[in-house]
């Protein structure tokens, strides 16, 4: 009975939750949940999530995105609705870690992730057979220093309209800002560190270093700084001065892919809205 | 700058949100929170809570309560008003064990619990030294099989328009379904068990015998059934095969002042909503 | 470096610490870990699980096995020696819910869980392409009520001897008495419940009716009382009252694929004692 | 029926374990507890604690002393013996968030942490009426720029040989190195970030500043290199985007007090080791 979502935001004044019912009601449409907050980073800044009943038809969800055009536009709110029987189509970028790929095509083919998983790319051979009995597409990219342009050129031709958005699932390598702007607040990255702590590579072997008694994994937003895009989900594990790196990485496994298995749904569900480098998560 | 909150549930097809929105909006006020829901439970019923700002004055609170009358009465929607200047008055009622208590009054006394404690009842003597510091009242009112009624009614005396909700903070008696008729929804308990798991006495002791690799609280609000009312809050902590009865009860302090914390938050703040044997976390 | 390991526990006059020593030091075993303990139930009993380096020769073991026999045998204590090298060999029985299957599979094979998954049986043909890649034998023995007892036979024949223990990954038959004397504490269930909270069928459904703010789930072997088995490890996960059953259930599969990955990963070390109904787990 | 407890570590040629039984044994002293490890530094260190019964005369304490003397001392092995009825004297240094000093008096009080409150040192005067009821002395030094030296002359008056250890719970002085060298290993300080994340001043601010999901706390040993001596203990607390750093002072204050609680009975009862910058931690 759900039949679509409205993500939105703007200026306090203009009032951003009377605008999108003043879009929704008059056409039938009733709200069946609704998170409102403001953004607290000192702009009077509203965002709400709203899921709403409807008509199915066409033209219905052409008048409606056409009233939002009219009384949203012009109080200057930005908005996204998205139909419920949108499924956003996915890629995943691996190297030669497996585990967090394997618990994405789990989570889509179960459902818990309402996305669709298009393609798979890799700079390795490896996980391919893993793919395989899924029918989805591995597509074998090698990047090497002095091919990295025609790699990301080969990327791009499979991606660009093809995928909605792209997850990096343990994928070892740095996409150039080039790349980046086809796909901004698009490309989601599952770091295997508590960020800000520990950026960059062997996070694992520099919280064993430090003698942390907790370990995490963050999925972040990528941009043109490393590891330092906005934020959607973080998790930890708690560890001990028995476990070196090595330990520390297969522990590890299972908080990276719980959190971003959760950031993928979140994103598949219209549910991370970013403001700056912040995200907001209308939770579930 | 939030004025006050709205708590609101009605059947679906009578707009909760609109009507809220109709009845703040020709006011002034504005919504700087919304969070709306539907209840489970087959009954196609809308819950929501609503902070918004408005003008301070007596004047434009009844006018708000007026249009209330007008709006969501006449569309079967059940509401609460509650100005945000409003400190709910608590009673606690404690026996021997102080680490709920003193928690609870250190919360109240750092303003992170909008609440202000208004007495101390205790069918024992023993923890009058923990209160006497705060100034609050600390009624000390011995319950024996014999004089349970006498004892009920002396509370009464003293509660009963005096306090808006009563925290149970491991208070070791039973109370009469007389008693619980003046305070519906409005008395608090902590359970030192994962309810359903091990209700009535003794939790932490059944825990042991079963080997429990968690032990836990329950905040809920207390019914004529032991331990069965609408559950508010729970919490657990890791516990092993060396803990026996007495560790977990040394172990188990921290969660129960943990959760009947935040269900004493929640409570303070209009989070909690009752519908059946149930309840609605607007959470924060 | 690791050699092997020993399990034993035994009266405290006994001296199950220096026995244990006695019988490893003189072969030119080294203690690498050694974690004793008290088990708690008033019968003065200790209990411990040490690594220990050493020779990898038969004889040697032979040697081992020998001095054990001979002091610890003598003193009431009760042992068991695990070479490292030996590596369990498990076989999974599943219905129709694929999830912790996977997982287990994804466990073993990636090293984290040292075992060796030999078989899978179910009493439905479903998850056989789930298995198919890995080359592990598949055997579809349907279950009707009135050829239970022939299908447990058939059951019994493939596992007898074939394996060291039995995970029921989410399988819905109860086992017979009879079946269960084959497996003694070799019989691992996942219970999607915090036992001994919602034993039985569908603890989703009354956990949603209780309306608990936090469902779990129980690993625990297997016993003739139904779900009422010592208890290895258990876990829970937050949910709110907007989680009807089927939300539950969506949510709950991550936390039974946790709980029972770890608890067979336990076992498989020799880290779980069982004394009466409770475990003693020599934790990692 | 505990003795005692002895913490050591040696090389493992030394044979630290079976050192420690030659000591212990001939006394007629038995191992209750041993918790026995390798310190994966990749010096073939191993660190044990050991909880033993005995006698109670002081002359069984000498030789149990001497034993150790000529036994451990020949092979390289560093030992402590700790009688259980010692309890650690602790001084609490504060500054004016009375929360995790109020904390800190309750369960020393209650017997969870098995160590006294000799002294309150603060900067300030704020807190000396939260101490006031238990009767510890309360010392208000105040510390300014120019007379840094002289408060930590006078700090080190009234701490050094009257107190086993120092808890600076939220005391915001940096402590000079000649102040530190008075106390090696025995200052624990309650830092406000999940370090090496957010040192220094300001945590919560940076933290809302990044956008972190999860916010935390760490107890470590003080070092003169500010923030980054060995950590003890951290813990966490899920925050979101309409967190702003006030907020996440209120929430952060919690998890505060419980690493700290933590950290302080570990060091009473001597579960803590430090080689290096590393602590291996014989958890309960």
New interface residues.
Partial sequence: HVAGRVVASGP?RA?V??TV?ACL?PLGA???????????DGSET?A?RVEFSGEPSDAWWDRLGDRFADLAGARGITWRIVPATDVKRMAVMVSREG?VL?DLL?RCD?G?VPAKVSMVISNHADLA?MVR?SGIPYHHIPVTADRKRYAEDRQLELLYGAVDFIVLARYMQVLTPKFLEYFPEKIINIHHG?????PGANPYKAAAA?????I?ATAHYVTEELDAG???????CRV?????PGELR?LG??VER?VL?RAVSWHSEDRVLVTG?????F?D
């Fill in positions: 306090r009032g939750l009377s019912l009601e009733t709200v069946l949940e609704c998170d409102q907050r403001c953004i607290d509203d709400l585990h394997q789990w179960s818990d057979g009995p508590l960020l800000p702590a520990f430090r003698g942390v008694k907790l995490g906005p934020i959607i989900e973080q998790g930890v001990s001065h028995r476990h070196e297969r496994r299972y719980d298995g480098n912040h995200t907001t998560v939770a």
